[in-house]
């Protein structure tokens, strides 16, 4: 999933917060999650949209 010519990735730049301004495959966002100078807003975007993506693609 975060390996091959086409890993999975988060879109960074739609969310804002303070976060890249580029789409981020999910090793670099497990790394931002983990970290303590990401901010707890930033952390709850990410997790949000992430459980948003997740949910679309199990109904479609």
């Known amino acids: 999933m975060t390996a091959g010519p086409q890993p999975l990735t ?4 739609a969310l804002g917060y303070g976060l890249p301004n580029e789409a981020l495959p999910l090793d670099q966002v497990r790394v931002l999650l983990l970290k303590r100078q990401t901010s707890w807003v930033s952390k709850d975007a990410m997790w949000h949209e992430l459980g948003r993506v997740s949910k ?3 109904t479609a």
Request: hydrophobic share 55%; charged share 15%; aromatic share 0%.
């Open 56 to 58: 679309s693609a199990v």
């Open 10 to 13: 988060l879109d960074c730049a």
